[in-house]
T-cell receptor, first 121, second 110 residues
Framework: EPEVTQTPSHQVTQMGQEVILRCVPI?????FYWYRQILGQKVEFLVS????????KSEIFDDQFSVERPDGSNFTLKIRSTKLEDSAMYFC???????????????????FGPGTRLSVT | GEDVEQSLFLSVREGDSSVINCTYT??????LYWYKQEPGAGLQLLTY?????DMKQDQRLTVLLNKKDKHLSLRIADTQTGDSAIYFC??????????FGSGTRLQVQP
């Protein structure tokens, strides 16, 4: 079964440093998303991306954040200058794929990766 | 804005049925989801239901949707200790962002 993958699984960085979190969405999906979950809290939406541009973003997604799809497979989230409060689990998701062959992926359903735990010290 | 509410905790005995409830406010929701999160792990899509459906059954899982009351429930039959986790309800309109509830921690006692 196809799945979303994310690297690294755990990233430790110092305050003020830049980090790039990487995701490989399910192939043939067209919509890509980043969410985050601060420890013990609910999952919050950050940004969605379609057709090489941001389609929706939340208040959390300020100028410190950016997303990119540098090639046909990766989808990245960059945090320019990390703050302590950026410590969280970051989840990538993809969706919006058409049914293909034996894959039973309903259109518009979002499938999540395993997450990257970001620790800012 | 949209809001999704869940009770925080549910404790059941192994073999019993568990029912986790969720309410949402967005009338334009088209998809409603249940995700499972085990400690330190990611979000596993358990099941989903389209807003034009009332019920969906998938093995031990039954999802009921009352669109009029904006109420969603997840029933787990014959609950096992391996079902212990946090269960998140979420909703979206089409391909838009998911709005998650705070999660219900299910504890299954042997």
């Amino acid at each position: 079964e196809p799945e979303v993958t994310q690297t690294p699984s755990h990233q430790v960085t110092q305050m003020g440093q830049e980090v790039i979190l990487r995701c490989v969405p399910i192939s043939n999906h067209l919509y890509f998303y980043w969410y985050r979950q601060i420890l013990g809290q609910k999952v919050e939406f950050l940004v969605s991306f379609y057709n090489n541009e941001i389609s929706e973003k939340s208040e959390i997604f300020d100028d410190q954040f950016s997303v990119e799809r540098p090639d046909g497979s990766n989808f990245t989230l960059k945090i320019r200058s990390t703050k302590l409060e950026d410590s969280a689990m970051y989840f990538c998701a993809s969706g919006g794929g058409a049914r293909t062959g034996s894959l039973n992926l309903a259109k518009n359903i979002q499938y999540f990766g395993p997450g990257t735990r970001l620790s800012v010290t | 804005g949209e809001d999704v509410e869940q009770s925080l905790f549910l404790s059941v005995r192994e073999g019993d049925s568990s029912v986790i409830n969720c309410t949402y406010t967005d009338s334009s929701s088209t998809y409603l989801y249940w995700y499972k999160q085990e400690p330190g792990a990611g979000l596993q899509l358990l099941t989903y239901i389209f807003s034009n459906m009332d019920m969906k059954q998938d093995q031990r899982l039954t999802v009921l949707l009352n669109k009029k009351d904006k109420h969603l429930s997840l029933r787990i039959a014959d609950t096992q200790t391996g079902d212990s986790a946090i269960y998140f309800c979420a909703e979206s309109a089409g391909r838009r962002a998911l709005t998650f509830g705070s999660g219900t921690r299910l504890q299954v006692q042997p």
